[in-house]
């Protein structure tokens, strides 16, 4: 019944999964009641850390930002569906708690201090949202505002970086006696960089260095920074900036959320906030904000968030769809987009040919490249995150269906041309990236279901063999092992076509022969 | 509605033209959250409530104002969002609080005044959710040792031995460890023995409050009550008239814990001379059994205490008894009430 109200914050639990067990009498519940006090440091009883964050999650979304888009959606049960439209568009009502992803993936990249780009057009409060993270990091308004760095044509290395002091200029014998005046923000643990598509391609560079290695470099002198939550917004993220974004800039980026439009039977709201002066930036409860401390404590959980292994196995069954293209090389480890990439040539010449495989039913198809390792992990963070955000300490399959449209949203290149999107149901998938990208996946779990591969899976028993480790394994026990893998490219070469995930398989069993044959031979020197 | 009383020249309305526009903000978005706020009323509390408190804190230290002001005026917000304070609330208590407490603390408000005024708030609260208890002692208990207290945490450990006096009995076993802790002057204050008392005297009367429950702390100082065998209180009432029990409960010991039931739900009896709480409890009632030790009660209603006895006539018939070490719980076929028996 009680709560706050004034920056109110939801009250816990804010997202009740389990019936709490009666609460035991304890005096201290003497001050506990209708007030809050506000944070008390030396109390010992906090709100745990993902409450905290969905209470951060909800204050966002309910008191700041007008976000009325629940796009990340969970089930708790049956959920009642309605189709809309001449294209037959399904509107879903959640049984279960589910999102905006404009605030939520925000809150995530603060949790583990990644690297997030907001994309779409003006005044949709892309940086009002980076703004309040900032906030929600302990930095008053003003420190939030004074950090934001505004792209703009004009930026020099100096404007983002720092200056050398002048009299040092003058005075200093040799470069390391230049002392730097460096940008506060560079300190700073939330990073905000406004429009980072308008910044000359210089000064990305500069950039680059900062955001992939977190140090700043001007005349020799560097600047470590610390490990910072990095929010880039962009108007238009298709290169439609000032500047050309540089790739390594863009591969930096961990995330990608979408403004949405703004509602129009929101106005209402806006108009409230015009007349009454409202500005909620400037009244984040105390009660949300994080210490230092807390935001360490919370990666730490977050990173000891369990991926349970059948997840894995599907997760990687998804992500090796893509990387492989059998017409780029006659070697097998070459047979990669990547070589045709790095070739130069045409990429539909490639994929022209005419392999007999299922073009529909090839998932692979449908991108122009695979997945980088970089991408892989931010994948594993995020879905982590997000897991720790709904109060779970295991991943579920959900998450990682919620999470993976936004990760790879920059990172996997749509082939428009693909057979795929001539299909009149799949043609919006071109434009609309993040249903694509889910759509793909749940192909690829369907895909995964059918050939029974929680069941079947003879090269994750020869990998799990493997890992149980060489010392003391028999000659006779090795060459069982060997044995095994031979048959099995045996079966595969006898009937199969290649795909994405064959693909991977056989480099793996290619591995584990070759680690088995090394081994024999130093068994055999060993005698 | 009458209008409000202005708010008169002074350190709050200083501290709210410097801030007008945010203190406008958060009441605006305080409407906007969908809380009802009358603005006569908050205007009013704000002045008759409020201003005393801050002026009592600028009088002292008059750099804390500010904070005082905006810390003050955030949880009133909020307190008139949820109907504890207002002309909606139904707890008279909070606004005495405020009223009396708040303005007698000025030190320790200038330390964390939003903390101290929720706290004393919360407070309140809960001791007004025990029927029976007397959130107005609190008050008046704690304004007196309020100047007495170093510092906030020394405040609120007070607040627990004078909850526990202001009719919490839930609370006695911390308040009575506490007390042990405390300086001499505020225990003494908070018991109201006289502050010429010798803390050993302190010291022997809580021991002798620890020995017998139903010893109220001036009676354990002056030795002068004589003890006797006795019905000291009748415990629960017929739920329809705001008790715990749908039907006449029966009764029985958890441990050394007093319990009682009425078929649907377990109760924890926590009662000493201060006050009487029922605490739910999830434990089920065991099969009726007799007493087996020093002190029995015939169905004719003559009880066998030590090397004592006594005839309670209305206790003739009872359906079931329950002995703590201290307290006989009896009940009755015909009563909803859990008579407690005990030397007091």
């Known amino acids: 019944m009680f709560g706050k109200l004034i920056q109110r914050v939801s009250e816990a639990p804010t997202n009740p999964q389990a019936q709490p067990s009666t ?28 409450e905290k964050l969905r209470q951060a999650y909800f204050w966002v979304v309910n008191r700041a930002i007008i976000s009325p888009y629940y796009d990340i959606e969970y089930q708790d049960g049956p959920s009642q569906t309605f189709t809309l439209g001449d294209q037959h568009c399904k509107l879903t009502l959640p049984s279960g708690q589910s999102y905006s992803s404009f605030v939520l993936l925000p809150l995530l990249t603060f949790a583990v201090r990644r690297k997030c780009l907001f994309v779409g057009g003006p005044g949709r409060g892309k940086t009002s949202s980076a703004m309040l993270m900032g906030i929600l990091a302990g930095y ?64 990305q560079s500069a950039l680059l260095t900062v955001m992939a290695d977190n140090y700043a470099e001007v005349l020799d002198q560097t600047i470590e920074c610390p490990e910072s939550a990095w929010y880039l917004t962009a108007n238009d993220d298709a290169g439609g900036g000032t500047y050309q974004v540089i790739e390594a800039l863009k591969d930096r980026i961990d995330i990608v959320v979408k403004a949405l439009h703004f509602n129009s039977r929101f106005i209402g709201e806006l108009l409230d906030r015009i007349e009454q002066g409202i500005k909620p930036e400037e ?77 529909l039913k090839d998932l692979g198809t449908q991108t122009r490249n695979g997945l980088s390792v970089r991408a892989v992990m931010t994948v594993l963070t995020f879905v982590k995150a997000i897991a720790f955000f709904r109060g779970s300490r295991e991943v579920s399959i959900e998450d990682v269906r919620q999470i993976i449209p936004f990760v790879l ?13 001539e299909k009149p149901e799949n043609a919006a998938f071109r434009s609309d990236r993040v249903s694509w990208i889910r759509k793909i996946f749940d192909l690829a779990c369907a895909e995964f279901d059918r050939l029974e591969m929680d069941r079947i899976d003879p090269v994750g028993d020869l990998s799990d063999q493997f890992d149980k480790g060489l010392d003391g394994v028999s000659e006779k026990q090795a060459r069982a092992e060997l044995v095994k893998i031979e048959r099995l490219l045996s079966d595969w070469s006898k009937s199969r076509k290649m795909y994405g995930h064959l693909y991977d398989d056989a480099l793996k069993l290619k591995y584990l022969h070759q680690r088995y044959t090394n081994y024999l031979k130093w068994l055999r020197w060993k005698r | 509605m009458s209008a409000a009383p202005l708010l008169g020249a002074g350190p709050m309305a200083d501290s709210l033209k410097r801030n007008r526009e945010a ?37 002292q230290f008059s750099e804390k104002v500010d904070i005082a002001t905006t810390d003050l005026y955030e949880l009133s917000l909020e307190l008139f969002a ?28 200038a330390r964390d005044p939003r903390r101290v005024a929720a706290s004393v708030t919360n407070a309140i609260h809960q001791i007004g959710q025990n029927e029976g208890a007397r959130p107005h002692e609190w008050i008046a208990n704690m304004s007196a040792i309020g100047n007495m207290c170093d ?17 919490c009995p839930q609370y006695r076993p911390e308040a009575i460890r506490i007390a042990r802790l405390l300086p001499a002057p505020i225990v003494a204050s908070l018991f109201g023995f006289s502050d010429q008392i010798p803390t050993s005297n302190i010291h022997s009367a809580i021991d002798a409050i620890t020995a017998n429950r139903w010893l109220s702390a001036p009676e354990a100082v002056s030795g002068a009550k004589p003890l006797q065998l006795r019905i000291v209180r009748l415990a629960g009432a017929f739920r329809g008239f705001g008790g715990a029990f749908l039907r006449p409960p029966t009764t029985w010991t958890s441990g ?45 209603g003559e009880l066998s205490w030590y090397n004592e006895s006594v005839k309670l006539p209305s206790l003739v018939g009872w359906t079931s008894v329950a002995f703590d070490g201290q307290t006989l719980a009896v009940t009755l076929p015909s009563s909803h009430h859990v008579f407690l028996v005990a030397r007091g």
Request: a negative charge; hydrophobic letters at 40%.
């Open chain 1, 140 to 203: 008053s308004i003003k420190e939030v505002r004074r950090a934001i760095q505004k792209g703009q044509p004009q930026m020099t290395v100096s404007d983002l970086l720092g200056n050398p002091i002048p009299s040092d200029l003058v005075t200093a014998k040799s470069m390391d006696q230049v002392n730097i005046a460096w940008r506060k923000w560079l300190s700073m643990r939330v990073k905000i960089i406004d429009e980072y598509n308008r910044i000359p391609t210089r000064t």
């Open chain 2, 256 to 300: 050394t814990q007093l319990m009682a039931t009425d078929g649907e739900v377990s109760w924890f009896l926590h009662t000493d001379v201060y006050g009487c709480i029922f605490r739910r409890s999830q434990e089920p009632a065991p099969p009726p059994s007799r007493l087996n030790g020093p002190v029995k009660l015939s169905n004719y």
């Open chain 2, 23 to 59: 203190f406008n903000a958060r009441f605006a978005m305080a409407q906007r959250s969908g809380a009802r706020i009358d603005r006569e009323a908050f205007m009013t509390h704000l002045s008759s409530l409020v201003d005393p408190i801050i002026r009592a804190i600028a009088c």
């Open chain 2, 151 to 167: 510092d906030l945490h020394r405040f609120f450990e007070a607040g627990r031995i004078a909850a526990w006096i202001a009719g």
């Open chain 1, 23 to 50: 609460r035991e009498f304890d005096v201290a519940d003497l001050y506990q009641g209708p007030a809050s006090a506000g944070p008390q440091p030396d109390s010992a009883e906090k709100a745990p850390l993902d």
């Open chain 2, 82 to 109: 949820e109907n504890v304070l207002g002309n909606q609330s139904r707890e008279a208590a909070i606004q005495e609080g405020w009223r009396t407490l708040l303005p007698a603390v000025p030190r320790l408000l």
């Open chain 1, 409 to 421: 949203h920059d990172k996997l290149i749509q082939d428009p041309d693909a057979p795929f999107f």
């Open chain 1, 283 to 359: 009244v984040v409860p105390a009660q949300i904000i994080f210490t230092p401390d807390e935001w360490d404590e919370m990666h730490k959980l977050i990173l000891a968030v369990n991926l349970p292994g059948p997840l894995l196995r599907r997760l990687e069954f998804f992500v090796s769809q893509f990387e492989f293209c059998e017409a780029a090389a006659s070697q097998l480890e070459y047979q990669t987009k990547d070589t045709i990439k790095l070739s130069g040539l045409d990429f539909t010449q490639f994929t022209a040919t005419e392999t007999g495989k299922d073009k």
